[in-house]
């Protein structure tokens, strides 16, 4: 039986075009569409929205397009839809 490989990159290039769930390394956390990224996984989403924990508040912003730097990304969650309130 053959296993199939799939790389990290590859998988986020499957996720081009669809919703995408980005928690940051801060207390930050992003839903958006994928529109590219490149091989340091910075990425450009579009329809976004941003949501910030501050203590026990929680922001919520919307914008039409944000690029985000690959360094400071934690982890991505495809099909994600953020945080359950």
Do not use: H, Y
């Not at 199939?4 to 669809?18: A, N, T």
């Not at 929680?58 to 982890?75: A, D, S, T």
């Amino acid at each position: 039986m053959a296993t199939m490989q799939l790389l990290p990159l590859e998988l986020i290039d499957k996720c081009v075009g669809s919703r995408i769930w980005v928690l940051m390394k801060s207390d930050k956390e992003f839903v958006g569409t994928l529109l590219g990224f490149d091989d340091f996984v910075n990425m450009v989403l579009e329809d976004v929205t941003e949501f910030e924990t501050k203590g026990t508040t929680k922001e919520v912003n919307k914008f039409k397009q944000i690029l985000l730097n690959g360094n400071n990304i934690c982890m991505l969650v495809p099909g994600g839809e953020g945080p359950a309130t």
